[in-house]
């Protein structure tokens, strides 16, 4: 096994060890049973648990800012192109919903076990935040400027819109939600369109076209009631 495969193996059984028993209750003991090496192995490649968790957080930061970073160029380049702004915005709700539905261990990891835990935990957390805040801002007034969405208040919506999304990515997509991202898409889209829309557009003709599926008011799969 190579040494950049060993590593990323120790990691993946740190993975499961910090989603089954918890960063708090874990070990490096633990650790190392999983991964079927020595204590003296794991220290050839991480200075301790911590170090170990600190890397699955960057995975994470770094594997997220990618999505987020790509959602934008997509936006950027419709209205560029002067495409479907509101079919595109699903998109990237989308690419948003699945991410987080296809890591789920590092999901969990991030938004269970990283988030108050340690400062310097919170520290990347808060970067992150930061970071989708100012990227839903500027699309916000893009849109705005087009008339699409109301020009009031946008650093509200913005902030309001990245807390909202830490409650749907912990209530309906960690592990065992079984959540429909295809149908949540088409709920989020719908109720951003119809809380932002200005006065006098015309929401269904904006929503016809853009949504894939119209679940009955009040359905939810996965996550809280």
């Known amino acids: 096994m190579t040494r950049e495969a060993r590593r990323a193996s120790i990691l993946e059984a740190a993975t499961g060890v910090f989603v089954s028993r918890g960063y708090r209750q874990s070990s490096i003991d ?21 170090d170990a968790f600190i890397e699955l957080i960057e995975k994470y930061f770094e594997e997220f800012t990618r999505v987020l970073e790509e959602n934008h160029r997509r ?31 590092l999901t969990y990891i991030v938004y269970r076990e990283a988030s108050g835990t340690d400062e310097d935990f919170s520290d990347r957390f808060n970067e992150l935040t930061a970071l989708s805040r100012s990227i839903y801002r500027e699309a916000f007034r893009s849109m705005a400027q087009r008339g699409l969405i109301r020009e009031d208040d946008i650093d509200l919506v913005a902030t309001v819109n990245v ?28 109720y951003h369109t119809r809380a932002l829309v200005p006065a006098g557009l015309d929401v269904e003709q904006v929503l016809r076209g853009v949504l894939k599926t119209r679940p009955a008011a009040g359905k939810a799969k996965g996550g809280r009631r």
């Open 30 to 50: 633990d650790i190392v049973e999983a991964a079927g090496i020595s204590r003296g192995t794991f220290y050839l490649y991480f200075d301790s648990r911590k």
């Open 163 to 190: 807390g909202a999304t830490v409650y749907i990515i912990t209530d309906y997509l960690l592990p065992g939600a079984g959540t429909d991202i295809e149908e949540l898409a088409d709920r989020l889209v719908e």
């Open 75 to 105: 936006l950027e380049d419709t209205f560029e192109r002067d495409l479907n702004i509101m079919k595109t915005w699903r998109e990237n709700i989308v690419n948003i919903l699945r991410f987080h539905r296809d890591n789920p261990h």
